[in-house]
C-alpha cells in the first residue's frame, strides 16, 4: 500500500530562488533590462510577496533610465565596459553556482532523500516477506526492526512484529511437543499440544498431532497395567493386557510388547507345569502357552525345553504302559527331580514299586529289586515303603 510521507517542503524564501539570485548578478552588472525581465519572472512566482513588487519597481524604474542615456564610443569607456563586462561574467559564473548549489539543496536534494528512503523501506518489507514466508523469524525480525526505525510507530510494521513473535511460540510450542511425544511424555505433550490448540486449532496437523497423543497416551497407561501385572506375577492378566496393547496398535512399543508377551507366556506355563500335579488338562494349558511363547521366539532354548518336558510329562499321564510311562518318567527325573511340583517323582515312585511287586509276583526278585534301590534312590517325601521293600528282599536273599 503506498503511504503520504508528507511535503516535500513549503516554496523557500524568493531570496533563495535561482531567477531572484541570477537577477541581482544581472542587477550588479549593470543589466537592468535583463534584471527586469527574471524579477517579472520571479514576481510570478511569488504574485502576494510586497518585497518582490517593491523590487521589480524600483528595477523598472532604473532600467526606464539606463535606456535613455546617450552612448558613448570613446576608448576609455570601451576599456571600462570591457573591465565591468569580465567582473560581470565572473560575479555571474559564481552567482550561478551558489545557485545552482541552492537549487540542489532546496529542491532536488530532498527529492533524492525521499526516494532513496522510499527504496529503503520497500526493500525491508520485502525482506521481512520473503523471510516469513521461508520461516527465517529472525531475519524477519531484523528486517522489520530496522523498518521501523526508519517509520517509526509504523501500525503495519508493529503488526507485522506481533505476529512473528506469535508464530514463533506456536512454532517453539509445535517443536517442544514433537520432542516430548518422540521421548513417550504423553501426558506433557497433549498438555502442551492443548497450549497450542488453544492459540491457533489449525496450526500445521496439530489435529492429527493431538489425536495420536491421546491415543498413545490410553495405549501407554494400558501398557502400564500390563506392566504392573507382570511385576506382581499376574501372568494371565499380564498377557491378556499385552495382546489388547497389540490389538488396539501393533506398532505400539512393539518390541517391549513381544519381550513381554514372551516372558508372560514361558513363566505361566512353568507355573502350570509346577501346579499341574496329575492333571493332564493343566498339563496342556501349559504347553499351549509354550508354543503361545515359541511363536515369538522360534529358537530360544529355554522355551524348547520347556515345551519337550511338558510333552513329556503329558505323554506319561496319558500312557496306559506302565514301562513306558516308568521310562517317559525316568527321562523327566533326570533332567528335573523336581518337575511338576515333585509330582512327577512321585509318579515315578508308586509306578517302580508296582512294578517291583509284579517282578516278585512273577518270581523275578532280580528286577524287583533293582527298582525298589531306583525308587528308594528318588526325591520323594517318604521313600520309607520302597526302604522297607528292599530290606525285606535283602534278608530273603541272605537267608537263602
Not at 516554496?11 to 535561482?18: D, W
Not at 520473503?130 to 531475519?139: C, F, I, K, L, N
Amino acid at each position: 500500500m503506498d503511504r503520504d510521507f508528507g511535503p516535500l517542503s513549503k516554496l523557500p524564501p524568493f531570496q533563495e530562488h535561482p531567477f531572484y539570485l541570477e537577477g541581482m548578478a544581472q542587477i550588479a552588472a549593470g543589466q537592468w533590462q535583463q534584471a527586469f525581465k527574471l524579477l517579472q519572472l520571479l514576481q510570478g512566482i511569488y504574485p502576494d510577496n510586497a518585497e518582490v513588487k517593491e523590487l521589480l519597481s524600483n528595477v523598472q524604474m532604473r532600467a526606464a533610465l539606463v535606456a535613455g542615456q546617450p552612448r558613448h564610443s570613446s576608448r576609455v569607456e570601451k576599456r571600462r565596459l570591457n573591465r565591468r563586462r569580465f567582473i560581470m561574467s565572473a560575479s555571474i559564473a559564481m552567482i550561478t553556482a551558489i545557485a545552482g548549489y541552492a537549487v540542489y539543496e532546496v529542491w532536488i536534494n530532498p527529492v533524492v532523500v525521499q526516494e532513496l528512503r522510499l527504496r529503503q523501506i520497500t526493500y525491508l518489507r520485502n525482506e521481512a516477506d520473503e523471510a516469513m514466508a521461508a520461516g527465517d523469524y529472525e531475519r524477519a525480525r531484523q528486517s522489520l526492526q530496522q523498518l521501523e526505525a526508519v517509520l517509526p510507530g509504523d501500525p503495519q510494521t508493529v503488526e507485522a512484529l506481533r505476529r512473528i513473535e506469535r508464530v514463533e511460540k506456536l512454532s517453539d510450542l509445535y517443536d517442544e511437543a514433537k520432542a516430548l511425544m518422540a521421548a513417550g511424555s504423553w501426558d506433557q505433550a497433549i498438555e502442551v499440544l492443548t497450549e497450542l490448540e488453544r492459540l491457533d486449532a489449525h496450526y500445521r496437523d496439530l489435529p492429527q498431532l493431538l489425536q495420536v497423543a491421546q491415543e498413545s497416551q490410553a495405549l501407554d497407561r494400558q501398557f502400564q497395567v500390563a506392566e504392573e501385572a507382570f511385576a506382581r506375577g499376574d501372568w494371565s492378566t499380564a498377557i491378556a493386557q499385552y495382546e489388547a496393547l497389540h490389538r488396539a496398535n501393533l506398532t505400539f512399543r512393539f518390541d517391549d510388547v513381544q519381550a513381554r508377551l514372551f516372558a508372560s507366556h514361558l513363566k505361566y506355563g512353568q507355573i502350570l507345569v509346577e501346579e499341574a500335579g496329575t492333571d493332564p488338562k493343566q498339563v496342556t494349558e501349559a504347553l499351549s502357552h509354550f508354543s503361545e511363547a515359541l511363536k515369538l521366539r522360534p529358537f530360544d532354548a529355554e522355551a524348547l525345553n520347556a515345551r519337550r518336558l511338558a510333552e513329556t510329562y503329558l505323554a506319561a499321564l496319558s500312557s496306559a504302559d506302565r514301562d513306558e510311562r516308568i521310562n517317559l518318567l525316568q527321562t523327566i527325573y533326570g533332567e528335573r527331580p523336581d518337575y511338576a511340583g515333585k509330582k512327577a517323582a512321585q509318579l515315578l515312585y508308586t509306578a517302580l514299586l508296582e512294578r517291583a511287586d509284579s517282578f516278585l509276583k512273577a518270581g523275578d526278585k532280580a528286577s524287583a529289586i533293582a527298582d525298589c534301590r531306583i525308587a528308594a534312590g528318588l526325591l520323594v517325601d517318604d521313600p520309607s515303603a520302597a526302604q522297607q521293600m528292599l530290606a525285606k528282599l535283602g534278608s530273603e536273599t541272605t537267608a537263602q
